[in-house]
T-cell receptor
């Protein structure tokens, strides 16, 4: 079945860039997503990318997709303490059935 | 405002009792999902429904039941058969239009006392 993997923890200093990585197995994935979860809350979509794209930029966020290696990354520029959260990578084939990674807990140190 | 609402935010259940978690959306989405999240873990799919009056088991459906009598509503019942129900439950919905995202509710934290 489909699988999505992420490293579980990442610590960065305030002001530095954060890079969160994700790998997936389903070569038929057509949509790849990054969600953010703050403590005790639901997930909020940060950004998504179609599988026929290799990069998407949205303000401080840059998503890179290497479809050949099935590797997705999320770069957060100028990381702030408010960026501390859990970040989930997800993929779907048809925009309905989603497979989520285990989440990466980002800690931003002062 | 359009969105997806879960209630209650916190729920306590005695052992041996069934309890129902509410999930309502006004986004006109066809598909709805229930996930379970345990501390330090990712999301695991319990049940999903792609259309009214139809639903499918996810990866961890045992001890849970759902209904989808209305497009807007997808309640989840945690039965006494669920041996370890204490967790954070997330409901989500998505449309049928291509390239849609999943919208999430704010979650219900269930604790067995």
């Amino acid at each position: 079945g489909e699988d999505v993997e992420q490293s579980l923890f990442l610590s960065v200093r305030e002001g530095d860039s954060s890079v969160i990585n994700c790998t997936y197995t389903d070569s038929s994935s057509t949509y790849l997503y990054w969600y953010k979860q703050e403590p005790g809350a639901g997930l909020q979509l940060l950004t998504y990318i179609f599988s026929n794209m290799d990069m998407k930029q949205d303000q401080r966020l840059t998503v890179l997709l290497n479809k050949k290696d099935k590797h997705l990354s999320l770069r957060i520029a100028d990381t702030q303490t408010g960026d501390s959260a859990i970040y989930f990578c997800a993929e779907s084939r048809n925009g309905q059935n989603f497979v989520f990674g285990p989440g990466t807990r980002l800690s931003v140190l002062p | 405002d359009g969105g997806i609402t879960q209630s209650p935010k916190y729920l306590f259940r005695k052992e041996g009792q069934n309890v129902t978690l509410s999930c309502e959306q006004n986004l006109n989405h066809d598909a709805m999902y229930w996930y379970r999240q345990d501390p330090g873990q990712g999301l695991r799919l319990i049940y999903y429904s792609q259309i009214v009056n139809d639903f499918q088991k996810g990866d961890i459906a045992e001890g849970y039941s759902v209904s989808r009598e209305k497009k807007e509503s997808f309640p989840l019942t945690v039965t006494s058969a669920q041996k370890n129900p204490t967790a954070f439950y997330l409901c989500a919905s998505s449309g049928t239009i291509v390239n849609t995202e999943a919208f999430f509710g704010q979650g219900t934290r269930l604790t067995v006392v």
